[in-house]
């Protein structure tokens, strides 16, 4: 049975796309499909792959004027950002840069006897479940490197970015990438569920709520296939006395209030040394009062609404509870804030761990900003989270930061810096927020299987 998928746009409320999803049957040939034009991929040179794969990347660059105002439409970000091509580029071409390396044979050692070495071999059909809040960035992690590995991607995107598929299904094929070595497919939950649970993908990888990537561990449970997730967050930001203080304030604020705070890896909780705070707090609310809310296809406008009115009404409901339990808002109601998907950014003090403000992911703009005494109640409140993907650390000595990052229970340690992702390193969580890891070295070895080779020259 098909349903329709329906994009509203924050921007009025309006339908903006709709599309059909597949029926069980369609989804199974379309898996059909792929599984037979793996083997044939896998078998082109690398070089003829990566080549394919860039030649895609620099397709959708073609398209950027067209998918600039569609991300707007379809979830909010201002246009005057310019969309996500850079990031989209800079990952796919780290990835393309590393891959000979990454995907080599691993030599355990030869000499008259043995030869030993350990292949890495694609998993054959990767399916991809990529979120809207960044929906080029987020899906090319996967997509270039499983291509590049020799798998083939079966894509399905979030319906609050219902065209992003098609755009890059579009370009892919436009760049000579078969079309069935990648598919942009439309699915409904119980589809998603019986195909996973039905053991037709080789490896899942999700990038979503707990709650989603719960349910497609659950549909994988005694499959065996492999799924790496990428969950939930509450990133804090610690800023030391040492700190360069004009710089950790514009980082941290824009880090928790860029996208409309709708960032996997955004700012949602600042602890300032205690002699610091009050400066922090006063530079802090002076930047975000300086914002223009607003439809995000004016080039003046410099944060949109969120994505969904449902996402702005559990950012308000987190709001009104710490307030009522005590914490103290510091900016006034935007003229712009229509109580709906357009929403006044907030800043919030005097806030604790037992507001859900402080400990539930928000995913919105707003940021509870503590003061702390020292580097141990830094690392115990940062580490009172089921959360752990990243952690930002604002100090001028190096060997400081790496003591905190060692005690810091998450995935990745910035210092100086935030809600970045170098594809050099491993992109990874620990705790509620999912397992696994893409990009860098290690998101080749989580796309492929090894193979041991144990080869005796001789009998006698």
């Not at 073609?62 to 998918?67: A, K, L, R």
């Not at 071409?93 to 694609?122: C, H, N, T, W």
């Not at 060692?406 to 992109?427: H, K, S």
Request: one cysteine or more; hydrophobic letters at 45%; charged letters at 20%.
């Amino acid at each position: 049975m098909t349903e329709t998928l329906k994009c509203i746009s924050p921007i009025d409320g309006s339908v903006f796309a709709t599309r059909q999803t597949l029926s069980i049957d369609e989804a199974r040939a379309a898996v059909d499909r792929a599984r037979a034009a793996q083997k044939a991929w896998a078998a082109r040179p690398m070089e003829d792959r990566i080549a394919l794969v860039m030649a895609a990347v620099a397709a959708v660059g073609d398209m950027n004027d067209q998918i600039v105002p569609e991300l707007a439409q379809m979830m909010g970000r201002p246009v005057r950002y310019g969309g996500e091509f850079g990031g989209f580029k800079e990952r796919a071409s780290y990835m393309a840069d590393i891959a000979k390396e990454a995907l080599a044979d691993i030599l355990v050692g030869e000499d008259a006897q043995f030869k030993r070495y350990i292949k890495r071999l694609p998993h054959g059909v990767v399916f991809v479940v990529a979120p809207w809040n960044y929906p080029y960035m987020t899906a090319i992690n996967t997509v270039a490197p499983a291509l590049i590995a020799g798998n083939v991607v079966m894509l399905k995107h979030a319906t609050q970015t219902l065209l992003v598929g098609e755009r890059m299904a579009e370009a892919f094929h436009t760049a000579g990438i078969p079309a069935d070595v990648f598919q942009n497919l439309y699915l409904s939950h119980d589809t998603t569920n019986d195909l996973i649970a039905g053991n037709a993908f080789d490896f899942v990888n999700f990038t979503g709520s707990v709650g989603g990537g719960q349910a497609m561990e659950r549909a994988a449970a005694g499959t065996f296939t492999g799924v790496g997730t990428e969950l939930g967050g509450k990133d804090p930001g610690y800023v030391m006395e040492d700190a360069d203080f004009d710089a950790a304030v514009e980082t941290l604020i824009d880090g928790a209030m860029f996208n409309s705070g709708q960032c996997c890896c955004g700012i949602e909780r600042i602890y300032v040394h205690e002699s610091l705070f009050d400066d922090f707090v006063a530079k802090a609310v002076a930047i975000v009062n300086g914002y223009k809310l607003g439809n995000p296809l004016d080039q003046d406008t410099t944060i949109g609404p969120m994505a969904n009115l449902r996402f702005a009404t559990e950012v308000r409901a987190q709001i009104d509870e710490a307030v009522a339990a005590g914490a103290k808002a510091h900016i006034d109601p935007f003229a712009e804030d229509d109580g709906g998907a357009y929403l006044t950014p907030q800043i919030l003090t005097n806030v604790t761990h037992d507001m859900r403000v402080m400990r539930d992911e928000s995913f919105g703009p707003v940021v509870g900003i503590m003061p702390v005494k020292d580097d141990a109640e830094a690392i115990r409140l940062m580490n009172d989270s089921q959360f752990g993907l990243t952690a930002s650390l604002w100090t001028k000595d190096i060997d400081r930061a790496q003591a905190v990052g060692d005690q810091i229970e998450t995935g990745t340690v910035f210092m100086n810096r935030a809600d970045y992702l170098d594809p050099g390193l491993c992109w990874t969580g620990c705790k509620s927020t999912g397992r696994g890891g893409g990009l860098s070295l290690i998101g080749y070895h989580n796309l492929t299987r090894p193979k041991s080779y144990h080869l005796k020259k001789a009998t006698s």
